[in-house]
Nanobody
């Protein structure tokens, strides 16, 4: 059974940093990534990373967020720097199985506020 478990959300002041982690299990995963959903908005891509390390970022986070991956641990990370109030959202991890199928995490809340 495939599953992902996110951790690392919380409350941070504008300009601060947070690091999210997502541990996947139950398969070999190809592309993994982070998405976020703010109140009243649709879920949107933040960043993705392939098994080979190729990355893709939303324009709004380029230069501030960094996605990385440890294939041995089936884990991805999202280092978020220079956080802004508009980064406030529930952040979801998504993992695409190399054998087909997709799994989403439960989400972790990130709140940027003074």
């Amino acid at each position: 059974q495939m599953q992902v478990v996110e951790s690392g959300g919380g409350l941070v002041q504008p300009g601060g940093s947070l690091r999210l982690s997502c541990a996947a299990s139950g398969s070999i995963f190809a592309t993994m990534g982070w998405y976020r959903q703010a109140p009243g908005k649709e879920r949107a891509l933040v960043a993705t990373i392939t098994r080979g390390g190729s990355t893709n970022y939303a324009d709004s986070v380029k230069g501030r967020f960094t996605i990385s991956r440890d294939n041995a641990k089936n884990t991805i990370y999202l280092q978020m720097n220079s956080l802004k109030p508009e980064d406030t959202a529930v952040y979801y991890c998504k993992a695409d199985s190399a054998m087909g199928g997709v799994v989403w995490g439960q989400g972790t809340q990130v709140t940027v506020s003074s």
